[in-house]
């Protein structure tokens, strides 16, 4: 299993991103993906997660409206579109999958990572 983030980078406050998360090793539509991310002093924390069986999408709160998750099954990707960045979204973002079909924000619960990507926004 593999997982490899890409599109991150410095921006300024108000702008968008796009992450991607590039999967192999496994069968991908078959399985829920998260993104998570982890500022510099602070715990892990899930950000967005879409599940497998019907793409339903879920998002912590202080994302909704402002991140959007998909995916492309044909592609083996999944994407994070991230929009009205803020410096609190400052922090190394993860993709990862817990071999489940459906969502969760825990952590511990999954079992492979990509390797994480920086996504800094400041003025």
């Known amino acids: 299993v593999q997982l490899v983030e890409s599109g991150g980078g410095l921006v300024q406050p108000g702008d968008s991103l796009r992450l991607s998360c590039a999967a192999s090793?496994?069968?991908?539509?078959?399985?829920?993906i998260g993104w998570f991310r982890q500022a510099p002093g602070k715990e892990r924390e899930g950000v967005s997660c879409i599940s497998s069986t019907d793409g339903s999408t879920y998002y912590a709160d202080s994302m909704q409206g402002r991140f959007t998750i998909s995916r492309d099954n044909a592609k083996y990707t999944v994407y994070l579109q991230m929009n009205d960045l803020k410096p609190e979204d400052t922090a190394v973002y993860y993709c990862?999958?817990?071999?489940?079909?459906?969502?969760?924000?825990?952590?511990?619960?999954?079992?492979?990572w990509g390797q994480g990507i920086q996504v800094t926004v400041s003025s």
């Open positions: 990862a999958t817990a071999g489940t079909y459906g969502c969760n924000f825990h952590p511990r619960l999954y079992d492979y």
């Open positions: 090793g496994f069968t991908f539509d078959r399985y829920a």
